[in-house]
């Protein structure tokens, strides 16, 4: 069952915006997964971008769905072009946090300790799932805030292999008397990390005026458990030196534990991501550059990064093939407009934009071709209006 999740505006705000007849601005779908592991139906909240059919996309998967999908997908639309346009997974907890996200069971919390259950859960049934019914690329990021986090930790140390990249968000690491802390200290020197990225958030839970060799030694305020154990936490991963591991944190002064998950998100992509903008700006003042080249060594780049063929945007190359066109280099920019159309091969902009290198180049027929293929695959009166005056 999939049900959209809408943001209703007003008619006047839509009117510049509005992607549906019925005043709806769609950024997602409420899709469901039945698990035997756990024995019970699931709910997941899945954002796709709003690409071209043939396009596949790395997936962010979050814990606490309900609570952090849509600033997530609000994050990755915004940040389009710095970082990748990614498929988001929420999934929902519905009140089984205790439960889920913790990988030992505690004499307090009788419901606790199948966050084992929860990772199978992950890997064994929400992956197929997710792979075989959206347009999925082979690079997974996971992200886990509080007892999220812890989750995500847990991850790291014992099931590494199933994501490519960690989000750790003021994990609560305190629980069970630091076992899962105590664990990650022993067995980090020993893990294998090659080709991972880890990004660790802090949050400021200290009360004013302390500092963090104070915190450390201050056992009775049960607000600073989560600092007690993520700094230590922080120190194991300097000290193991993970060969082969990505990884960088951050603390934030001004954010506590409820707050930071915002901030923290976004500046985790921005880390994980730091190589993928392709900057156009580099061509300024340097016609000497081919751009064709240029752009092809960036994207093999991506794709040793991420492990897996990244594709240039449709509407980066576009962009370029027209900036070509314009300073006077139209054998580049014919091989832009053809990299679109070999790409994305049911693109109706990517044979129009062909159409109009044609047109420009005094090519009559392979212009009307070009247009015609366009309308085929979409209407546009734009397109039609140039074909009709070709063909006059």
Known sequence: MRIFITIIFSVICLS???QRRDNRIVIGTVD???????????????????????????????LDGESHFYSAAGIVQQMAGVIPDMIIVGIATEGTRDRDYTPTQVSDSKGSGRGVDFTKFIEKEVFPYVDAHYPTAPYRVLSGHSLG??????????????????????????WDNKKLLKQAQQQLPAIDLKKKSVFVAIANNMPPGIDTITVMKDTLNHNTNITRTVLPFVKALKEAKPKGLR???????????????????????????????????????HPELNVDSVLSAHFKMLSDRLGY????????????????????????????????????????????????????AGEKQKAIDAYTKSLTLQETTDTRKKLEELKK
């Open 16 to 18: 510049a915006f509005a």
């Open 309 to 360: 063929n990244v594709v240039p945007p449709e509407s980066l190359v576009n962009s370029l093939a027209y900036h070509c066109w314009e300073i006077k280099k139209p054998k580049e920019a014919f091989l832009l407009f053809k990299r679109n159309i070999d790409n994305h091969p049911q693109s109706a902009n990517a044979f129009d934009s062909l159409g109009d290198f044609y047109a420009g």
């Open 32 to 62: 469901t997964v039945y698990s035997k592991i756990l024995n019970e139906r699931r709910t997941l909240l899945i954002h796709v971008p709003p690409g071209n059919k043939d396009e596949r996309y790395p997936v962010l998967y979050l």
């Open 149 to 174: 986090g812890l989750l995500v930790v847990n991850t790291l140390i014992n099931y590494p292999a199933m994501f490519n990249a960690y989000i750790i968000i003021d994990p609560a690491l305190w």
């Open 247 to 285: 990884w960088n944190y951050k603390f934030y002064p001004n954010e506590r534990h409820g707050t930071i998950e915002l901030n923290a998100e976004y500046d985790a992509l921005r880390y994980l991501f730091d190589y993928y903008q392709f900057r156009d700006s580099q061509f300024d003042g």
